[in-house]
């Protein structure tokens, strides 16, 4: 299964703009700006990498709204086990 990339998303009470952007815009594959509550993505990267990486912005932006103090390697394994579990559901 496919998980859209909406350019709208609502993570908890608030609306994200989600971006695609190139590689010299944001200087990485993706990133969650809280203050503009925004995801932008670089739109060049392969199919599967976008998944995993539209998942860890998403989990980064519940990670700050909810305070959990995770850090960055845990919301990178939680994006990349749940892009691989969602992949691989039946349409
Ligand atoms: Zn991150």
């Known amino acids: ?5 909406p350019d709208k998303i609502r993570i908890g009470a608030i609306e994200y703009d989600v971006q695609m952007c190139n590689e010299k815009e944001i200087a990485t594959v993706g990133i969650h700006t809280p203050y503009y509550s925004s995801i932008r993505l670089d739109g060049s990267i ?10 860890h912005e998403i989990i980064e932006a519940i990670n700050h709204q ?14 990349s086990a749940l892009a691989q579990v969602i992949r691989d559901l039946p349409e």
Do not use: R, W
């Not at 392969?46 to 998942?55: G, I, K, P, Y």
């Not at 909810?66 to 994006?79: A, F, P, T, V």
């Open 1 to 5: 299964m496919e998980l859209p990339i």
């Open 66 to 79: 909810h305070e959990l103090k995770l850090d960055h390697s845990q919301m990178s394994s939680l994006g």
């Open 46 to 55: 392969n199919h599967d990498l976008m998944q995993v990486v539209f998942l």
